[in-house]
């Protein structure tokens, strides 16, 4: 258990994922682009915070932030952490990198759409927010509408992006187990589970591992998207 109760453990769990991050970046420098820009785009996620904080859980933050304003530290690390590791994680198991495009595929009639693809998760999470229902729900619809729309649009990403969001849950149910031994009853105490759902794999609500799924589904694919490459 860390000093102090509850009051660090978000930090700590925050922080923990910036080891693999920083592995990653370590050993693989042909990554490295790609780990920046990703997490450069999700790192601004963390500022969603106050649509989830306490709708879907309130964790005891530094300075008690997310209590008193709804934002908070640790969700930027997060996000950092997490869009870096889910946006390489597929080429680091399979020995694929980034290769640019050539002119003929970049032509494609299918990449009209390309924008659109990019676009799909903010479009389907601001349709579905107003209604009744938890916002983690919104937020699981938007990233896997915006990793299918991405596959519509280059079918070449489909394999990378339904392994890239199965390995993406497995790494972070890792996380969540890790998290639930350093901290019994952690998940109990912060996250809303009355709710949620109320389906729940061992000590964590199904709803922590579709997140998961669904990050890996859109991130892994979003670096080629953006930049028109493909991984070879």
């Known amino acids: 258990m ?14 923990a994922f910036l080891i693999p991050y920083g592995a ?4 693989l420098p042909e990554q490295r682009r790609v780990m920046l820009l ?10 969603t915070e106050p649509i989830f904080v306490p709708e879907y859980w309130n964790p005891p933050s530094l300075f ?3 209590q008193r304003t709804g934002f908070d530290i640790e969700s930027l690390i997060f996000c950092f952490g997490i869009g870096g590791v889910g946006a390489v994680l597929y080429n680091a198991l399979t020995g694929k990198r980034p290769v640019p495009m050539n002119c003929h ?3 494609s009639l299918r990449h009209r759409f390309h924008r659109v693809a990019l676009g799909m998760p903010f479009v389907v999470f601001a349709a579905l927010y107003f209604l009744p229902w938890n916002p983690i729900y919104p937020g699981i619809a938007a990233l896997l509408a915006g990793g299918v729309s991405c596959v519509l649009c280059r079918p070449d990403l489909a394999r990378k992006t339904l392994i890239g969001g199965a390995l993406f849950a497995a790494f972070y149910l890792l996380f969540l187990i890790a998290l639930e031994i350093m901290a019994p009853g952690y998940i ?3 996250w809303n589970l009355p709710a949620l759902s109320g389906v729940m794999v061992g000590a964590f609500p199904i709803e922590e591992l579709l997140f998961g799924f ?4 859109y991130w892994s694919g979003v ?6 490459h493909h991984s070879s």
């Open 2 to 15: 860390i000093p102090g109760g509850d009051k660090y453990i978000w930090l700590v769990w925050a922080l």
């Open 24 to 27: 990653l970046y370590a050993v």
């Open 38 to 47: 990703s997490s450069s785009l999700t790192a601004l996620f963390g500022l």
């Open 64 to 66: 008690d932030l997310a």
């Open 105 to 107: 595929e970049r032509h």
């Open 188 to 190: 109990a105490r912060v």
């Open 214 to 217: 669904g990050i890996g589904v």
């Open 223 to 228: 670096y080629e998207h953006l930049v028109w």
